[in-house]
């Protein structure tokens, strides 16, 4: 059985990725791809009020779930369309783990920090100032910028031109990927469980 693809969406709340991963599945045309989202993980959990050290603990829980779950869907030949925000450390180094490295296309998905503002108070379902504590961290990891196979800034192209700029892309992938090369930077080994 052949591995699916995984198209893998990093950046910030409001940034534009989860309109680019709705504009990939209406153009990607080489196969079935699923959209998942880290959010809509969330979104499955129990909704009773949690201590706070019980809260943090089902959050770690929920991602390492989440990156598991994506890592099975391609296992079985799916095409997945990851929408996440890689904003802590463990994050990007579980899915290195994780993931199997050759079959992700790691996307940067950019907006410059007012336009993200703007986004998040037209919106207004996230916490004020929420993109704006993720800008910082979410393309850098370990002390340096993350390398990515390709990059979008929503603030100069729509949901669909990235969409595009991203399938014109995928045939003229190099190896070693954007994800290989993260893996061998972290010294990550496949399968590894993340760091405490």
């Given at each position: 059985?052949?591995?699916?693809?995984?198209?893998?969406?990093?950046?910030?709340?409001?940034?534009?990725?989860?309109?680019?991963?709705?504009?990939?599945?209406?153009?990607l045309d080489d196969g079935v791809f699923f959209?998942?989202?880290?959010?809509?993980?969330?979104?499955?959990?129990?909704?009773?009020?949690?201590?706070?050290?019980?809260?943090?603990?089902?959050?770690?829980?929920?991602?390492?779930?989440?990156?598991?779950?994506?890592?099975?869907?391609a296992e079985v030949g799916n095409?997945?369309?990851?929408?996440?925000?890689?904003?802590?450390?463990?994050?990007?180094?579980?899915?290195?783990?994780?993931?199997?490295?050759?079959?992700?296309?790691?996307?940067?998905?950019?907006?410059?920090?007012?336009?993200?503002?703007?986004?998040?108070?037209?919106?207004?379902?996230?916490?004020?100032?929420?993109?704006?504590?993720?800008?910082?961290?979410?393309?850098?990891?370990?002390?340096?910028?993350?390398?990515?196979?390709?990059?979008?800034?929503?603030?100069?192209?729509?949901?669909?031109?990235?969409?595009?700029?991203?399938?014109?892309?995928?045939?003229?992938?190099?190896?070693?990927?954007?994800?290989?090369?993260?893996?061998?930077?972290?010294?990550?080994?496949?399968?590894?469980?993340?760091?405490?």
């Amino acid at each position: 059985m052949t591995s699916g693809r995984i198209i893998f969406l990093n950046g910030t709340s409001s940034s534009g990725k989860s309109s680019i991963a709705r504009e990939l599945l209406a153009v990607l045309d080489d196969g079935v791809f699923f959209h998942t989202a880290v959010d809509g993980f969330n979104a499955m959990r129990t909704k009773r009020p949690l201590p706070p050290e019980a809260l943090d603990a089902a959050l770690l829980r929920t991602r390492m779930g989440f990156h598991r779950a994506v890592a099975a869907m391609a296992e079985v030949g799916n095409g997945v369309v990851v929408d996440h925000v890689l904003s802590e450390d463990w994050r990007l180094l579980d899915c290195l783990a994780v993931l199997p490295t050759e079959d992700v296309v790691f996307v940067g998905v950019r907006c410059p920090p007012r336009e993200l503002v703007r986004r998040e108070l037209a919106r207004g379902d996230r916490p004020s100032g929420l993109a704006m504590r993720q800008y910082d961290v979410v393309h850098r990891h370990g002390g340096h910028d993350l390398v990515y196979d390709v990059e979008c800034d929503t603030s100069a192209a729509g949901p669909r031109e990235c969409a595009e700029l991203i399938k014109e892309f995928l045939p003229r992938r190099l190896a070693p990927t954007a994800f290989s090369r993260l893996r061998d930077r972290h010294a990550v080994g496949a399968g590894e469980p993340p760091p405490g």
